[in-house]
């Protein structure tokens, strides 16, 4: 098993970035893909990013394409989320995803999950 810690969240003001981290648990940080997932009140989970075991492969949904870039450091057992040109419509809680496939772009294929970090984008 791992555990997953995020941070990073908050507040900040429409046009403005983040940067948000999470902090994995255990020695087997490399077999895991790893994705980022975001869930508004009212509204189903959402994918947002995934990377592969090695950093060597990314892969985005289209509302955050061109302003979102998923990295990890396996070293640091950690991925981070770098979100620019926040919009209002990106607030949520946003929650870090660990997985055993190949390749994993659905929430059903993450075994683990952290407890999220809330973005709150003003206008």
């Known amino acids: 098993q791992v555990q997953l810690v995020e941070s990073g969240g908050g507040l900040v003001q429409a046009g403005g970035s983040l940067r948000l981290s999470c902090a994995a648990s255990?020695?087997?940080?490399?077999?895991?893909?790893m994705g980022w997932f975001r869930q508004a009140p009212g509204k189903e989970r959402e994918f947002v990013a995934t990377?592969?075991?090695?950093?060597?492969?990314?892969y985005y949904a289209d509302s955050v394409k061109g302003r979102t870039s998923i990295s990890r450091d396996n070293a640091k057992n950690t991925v981070y989320l770098q979100m620019n040109s926040l919009q209002p419509e990106d607030t949520a809680v946003y929650y870090c995803?660990?997985?055993?496939?190949?390749?994993?772009?659905?929430?059903?294929?993450?075994?683990?999950w952290g407890q999220g970090t809330q973005v709150t984008v003003s206008s």
């Open positions: 255990g020695r087997t940080f490399s077999r895991y893909v």
């Open positions: 990377i592969t075991k090695s950093g060597g492969s990314t």
């Open positions: 995803a660990a997985s055993r496939a190949s390749w994993a772009l659905t929430s059903n294929a993450y075994e683990y």
